[in-house]
């Protein structure tokens, strides 16, 4: 079983990432869904659940036990059976509640699941959350688009530049929607490997809350059928690889950035990449 932390750097999408995985994770594996944003969570509201069980029972429970098998008593679930801890909508509540967690999140990866852990947006000033530190692999979103990979890029680039290579070695990542930079290119800059690409589709994203993946309406929608092939990656993939070998040294300050100007500049500008055409636009 494995330990997966689902962020972002400057796009959102983690919490339609892991709802869409959790959902379609392959049958016979138990999955849990944690929901760790720092900002405060979504799930709760969006699937009319009631305030407790949550992160915040599961706190107060973890007074008398760091033992986290006692997590799954607090859990909600989706409609297709994934067990979701999910986080309160307050940011000073969900704050509080991963501080007092602190000793039972460290153990996780104890539990007979898989694990997705979403911890929303993350600061490429700051250190990764300490949850991310147990985790067997971190799998960042991001839009292909201009913007948000120069912000990904300076997060890879803090991570990897004068270091062993072994912060890259656990990164992954998932572009969602449509942009002008095949998945190959944007590897190729970043060096670090694209699992996968999911589209852009806040209809089925909204519908994975209340039906099961299963579900007519659902199960040939292009998202689910992204995020099934995904999931169905990330169980056999168990022992992920850097695009650039863990051996190899570390770029020089600022080399990421560079790379990515380069391509990225001339691709946008002659209208090549993942089937769209023209200039990308300023907006995300």
């Known amino acids: 079983m494995s330990v997966t932390v ?3 750097v400057r796009s959102c999408g983690t919490t339609t990432l892991g709802v869409a995985l959790a959902a379609t994770w392959p049958a016979g594996r138990r999955v849990l869904l944690v929901e760790l944003d720092p900002a405060g969570g979504t799930l709760a509201g969006a699937s009319g659940w009631a305030a407790e069980p949550s992160l915040v029972s599961v706190a107060a429970a973890a007074r008398r036990t760091s033992d986290p098998e006692a997590i799954w008593a607090h859990c909600q679930h989706l409609p297709e059976g994934a067990s979701v801890l999910a986080a309160p909508a307050g940011a000073e509540q969900t704050r509080g509640a991963v501080g007092m ?28 959350p300490p949850v991310a530190s147990g985790a067997g692999r971190v799998v960042l979103v991001a839009r292909p688009r ?9 997060f890879v680039e803090a991570r990897t530049v004068g270091a062993s290579r072994l912060e890259a070695g656990r990164m992954g990542l998932v572009l969602v929607g449509d942009g002008p930079y095949p998945d190959d290119e944007v590897a190729g800059a970043l060096g670090i490997e694209v699992l996968g690409r999911l589209p852009w589709d806040p209809q089925a994203a909204e519908q994975l809350t209340s039906l099961p993946a299963s579900d007519r309406q659902l199960r040939l929608s292009p998202l689910v059928r992204a995020a099934r092939t995904l999931a169905d990656r990330l169980v056999a993939d ?26 990225f500049r001339i691709g946008a500008a002659v209208g090549t990449g993942n089937g769209s055409a023209g200039r990308e636009g300023a907006s995300t």
């Open 6 to 8: 689902l962020g972002a």
């Open 146 to 154: 201009l913007c948000d990979l120069h912000a990904l890029a300076t």
């Open 238 to 263: 168990t022992a992920p690889t850097a695009a650039v070998a863990a051996g190899d040294p570390a770029p020089a300050a600022g080399s990421l950035r560079v790379r990515m100007l380069r391509p």
């Open 101 to 128: 967690l602190a000793g039972l999140l460290d153990r996780l990866g104890e539990l007979d699941a898989d694990v997705l852990v979403d911890v929303g947006r993350l600061d490429a000033a700051a250190p990764m």
